[in-house]
């Protein structure tokens, strides 16, 4: 039986989110407005049997599917909520499991540099595939696990400040999410994320 790591569900994708994941998704694209659902499961090669019976049943379409070492991640998106949150139940009931029976967040490290210098700022943009960081800005740091987890911290992040997402890595050992902005915005994201990832129920890792 799959171990639900990770189950993230986001109402409504954000501008920047949905444009970051959709210019590196291998699936079908993602836009601004969509509701979206990450999964994370072990052993990894498990997640195709669940998107398998997603699919199926309703009419999400997958963002991306990844199998990798230890993990399998799943990312689906529609307009209708409704559809998504129907793909996410057919999963649980599959895995005859409720949400809450996920791994709940746990925060690796998390911090914030003050007015970075541009030399930092080019070596962290060469790495990114979102917005540029600008010498000078306030850049947040987040590092969680199960990296699904991401997700929705960025999200949440860019739907309540007004923040620059510069790159999100959602499936791995770890997620990571870098955001740039004012010394106010970045403060303000950085305390979202955390509540955001504390308000994720779930079994302790």
Do not use: W
Not at 45 to 57: F, G, P, S, V
Not at 96 to 102: D, F, G, I, T, V
Request: net charge negative; proline share 3%.
């Amino acid at each position: 039986m799959a171990e639900l790591r990770a189950y993230s569900y986001l109402d409504r994708l954000q501008p920047q989110f949905a444009s970051l994941f959709a210019s590196a998704c291998r699936g079908f694209l993602s836009v601004e407005g969509m509701a979206a659902l990450f999964v994370e499961v072990s052993p990894g090669i498990e997640i195709n049997r669940l998107t398998d019976i997603a699919l199926k049943i309703t009419n999400s379409r997958p963002g991306e599917m990844i199998v990798e070492r230890r993990y399998g991640m799943l990312e689906i998106h529609s307009f209708d909520q409704e559809e998504v949150l129907h793909a996410g139940q057919m999963i649980l009931d599959e895995l005859h499991l409720k949400e809450e029976e996920r791994l709940s967040p746990r925060i690796l490290a998390t911090s914030i540099i003050n007015k970075v210098d541009p030399y930092q700022a080019v070596i962290i943009n060469r790495n990114s595939k979102g917005m540029l960081i600008l010498g000078g800005d306030d850049v947040y740091l987040l590092e969680v696990t199960p990296a699904a987890y991401s997700s929705i911290a960025a999200n949440e992040a860019e739907k309540h400040c007004n923040v620059h997402l510069v790159d999100i890595r959602f499936y791995g050992a770890a997620g990571r999410i870098y955001l740039a902005g004012t010394e106010s915005e970045i403060q303000a994201a950085a305390q979202k994320v955390v509540e955001t990832l504390n308000g994720l129920k779930g079994r302790k890792q």
